[in-house]
């Protein structure tokens, strides 16, 4: 196997086993790194369509 | 943490008639069982009584969270700083994921989550990139209940789109 895919595939089986409170801080900090690089929320009719006539 | 406020506020509107049932799904569900995925909001479904009327209709869950300081954002009520999504079970799908909710304690509060295997399923059925790298995860995470997810695409018509899911699949190592 790919070393890199053996890696990945072990820390995610480690992530999985990390406790449920670290892992919903991690999403807290996720969300504030976004935050700060501009990402949020758009509402479905703020959203950018693709033009149907390109 | 933000998000345990917001399972309080959860647990609250249950505990004051407000909905019959919730469970939290999405990306936030989905971080009970697989790795983080980043995400802007949270997504709750929710049971209630609709007996007053053939409409389905959230005004009561939002009254009661804006009476206890939550404030709209589009189709979101901002609580305790996240944007939260209620959906009603509108799906046979949704409704039998909302009766086998699990219920969990993070840092001593409760929380009802969707299982991983229905989570996995609204996942197939919902079909965007992102959910299908969210099922992708829920395959290999080692706790994954593969039988009952498979029972899950039986009973809510969804064989073709795991058929079409493990194709499209099948060259990954």
């Known amino acids: 196997m790919d070393e890199a895919l053996r890696i990945k595939r072990a820390s995610r089986v480690a992530m999985t086993a990390t406790p449920i409170a670290e892992k919903l801080r991690i999403l807290e900090r996720l969300r504030e790194r976004d935050r700060a690089i501009g990402r949020a929320v758009i509402a479905p009719e703020q959203r950018p369509t693709r033009d149907a006539s390109a | ?173």
């Open chain 2, 1 to 173: 943490m933000a998000l345990l406020d917001i399972f309080a506020e959860l647990e609250a509107a249950v505990a004051d008639r407000i909905v019959e049932r919730y469970a939290v799904g999405g990306a936030v569900g989905a971080t009970f069982y697989i790795e983080p995925a980043a995400t802007q909001d949270v997504d709750v479904f929710v049971v209630f009584d609709q007996s007053a009327s053939l409409l389905v209709s959230l005004a009561p869950i939002y009254d009661y969270f804006t009476d206890r300081g939550a404030v709209v954002q589009n189709e979101h009520l901002v609580i305790a700083d996240w944007p939260v999504q209620f959906l009603p079970a509108t799906t046979p799908l949704v409704e039998d994921a909302l009766v086998h909710a699990v219920r969990m304690t993070v840092d001593g509060q409760a929380v009802a989550v969707l299982s991983q295997e229905h989570l996995a399923a609204i996942a197939l059925e919902t079909g965007r990139m992102k959910d299908k790298l969210r099922l992708s995860q829920f395959l290999t995470s080692g706790t994954f209940e593969r039988l009952r997810f498979d029972a899950l695409t039986e009973r809510f018509g969804l064989t073709q789109k795991w058929a079409r899911f493990v194709a499209l699949m099948e060259d990954e190592p």
